[in-house]
């Protein structure tokens, strides 16, 4: 069984902006007036314990074209059982979709995700957790300080723009990494309240993961930190499990 939590990260198209006389000097443009800079996807499977086996991995305008990233993506999608994005309905899919059809890329499982109808297949944890906009709809960075859990680590949405124009896409790149770890745990957290403790095994999972995937996984190791539980106790010791020694 293997899930993927999707996010992208955009810039203004110059063109399609000038054709809607929108100046993104002015602020966000709509999601149609976007190009892609990169996906990031984390990949997770259970094993034969019901463990999660974890990958990340990003395609990005450094090295690649908008339509290999967005081919890149729909293969992925094609193997897999579900997709999780935050506001994912509401901006990453509709970009993507978008650009496919610029670029003509055919992407059928891009477009079951886009589709509302195929909810068993795309969860938007925005729209899970405010009840389709029930509740106010708060910004991941909101969600994931409610629970502990890191986020926005090294930089804003708003510093995306100015790090492509500097052509630094590295750090873009990692920023797009934590956000699909952040939405992962958010995800994992929310559901437990319909299994106490799933949350909290569910990081630790993710931690002995990036700590046994240095240095490559570096820029995610503040999720390494230990949450603290209500009631005591705490998700994951690294000196415990053996991976670090003080």
Same mark, same amino acid.
């Given at each position: 069984?293997?899930?993927?939590? &999707?996010?992208? !990260? +955009?810039?203004?198209?110059? =063109?399609?902006? #000038? %054709? /809607?006389? $929108?100046?993104?000097?002015?602020?966000?443009?709509?999601?149609?007036?976007?190009?892609?800079?990169?996906?990031?996807?984390?990949?997770?499977?259970?094993?034969?314990?019901?463990?999660?086996? &974890?990958?990340? !991995? +990003?395609?990005?305008?450094? =090295?690649?074209? #908008? %339509? /290999?990233? $967005?081919?890149?993506?729909?293969?992925?999608?094609?193997?897999?059982?579900?997709?999780?994005?935050?506001?994912?309905?509401?901006?990453?899919?509709?970009?993507?979709?978008?650009?496919?059809? &610029?670029?003509? !890329?055919?992407?059928?499982?891009?477009?079951?995700?886009?589709?509302?109808?195929?909810?068993?297949?795309?969860?938007?944890?925005?729209?899970?957790?405010?009840?389709?906009?029930?509740?106010?709809?708060?910004?991941?960075?909101?969600?994931?300080?409610?629970?502990?859990?890191?986020?926005?680590?090294?930089?804003?949405?708003?510093?995306?723009?100015?790090?492509?124009?500097?052509?630094?896409?590295?750090?873009?790149?990692?920023?797009?990494?934590?956000?699909?770890?952040?939405?992962?745990?958010?995800?994992?957290?929310?559901?437990?309240?319909?299994?106490?403790?799933?949350?909290?095994?569910?990081?630790?999972?993710?931690?002995?993961?990036?700590?046994?995937?240095?240095?490559?996984?570096?820029?995610?190791?503040?999720?390494?930190?230990?949450?603290?539980?209500?009631?005591?106790?705490?998700?994951?010791?690294?000196?415990?499990?053996?991976?670090?020694?003080?």
């Amino acid at each position: 069984m293997t899930i993927i939590v &999707l996010d992208i !990260e +955009t810039i203004a198209d110059p =063109a399609a902006c #000038e %054709r /809607a006389a $929108v100046d993104p000097a002015d602020g966000f443009p709509a999601w149609p007036l976007h190009q892609l800079l990169c996906v990031s996807l984390l990949t997770v499977d259970r094993d034969r314990d019901q463990r999660h086996r &974890l990958e990340v !991995e +990003t395609f990005s305008r450094s =090295a690649m074209s #908008e %339509r /290999a990233i $967005v081919a890149e993506v729909e293969r992925r999608l094609e193997k897999c059982r579900g997709v999780i994005t935050y506001n994912g309905r509401g901006f990453d899919i509709p970009v993507l979709l978008a650009r496919a059809a &610029l670029t003509g !890329e055919y992407v059928p499982s891009l477009l079951r995700a886009g589709n509302r109808a195929n909810a068993g297949f795309h969860t938007d944890l925005m729209d899970e957790i405010t009840s389709y906009g029930a509740a106010v709809r708060p910004r991941l960075v909101d969600v994931c300080a409610g629970f502990g859990i890191p986020a926005k680590l090294d930089i804003a949405g708003s510093s995306v723009a100015a790090l492509a124009a500097q052509g630094d896409y590295g750090r873009i790149e990692r920023y797009c990494e934590s956000d699909v770890v952040s939405t992962w745990l958010a995800a994992q957290m929310w559901r437990s309240t319909q299994a106490p403790g799933l949350g909290i095994e569910h990081w630790r999972e993710l931690a002995g993961w990036i700590f046994s995937n240095q240095p490559r996984l570096a820029h995610l190791l503040p999720y390494v930190p230990a949450p603290t539980v209500p009631g005591g106790g705490s998700a994951f010791d690294p000196c415990a499990a053996g991976l670090i020694d003080l």
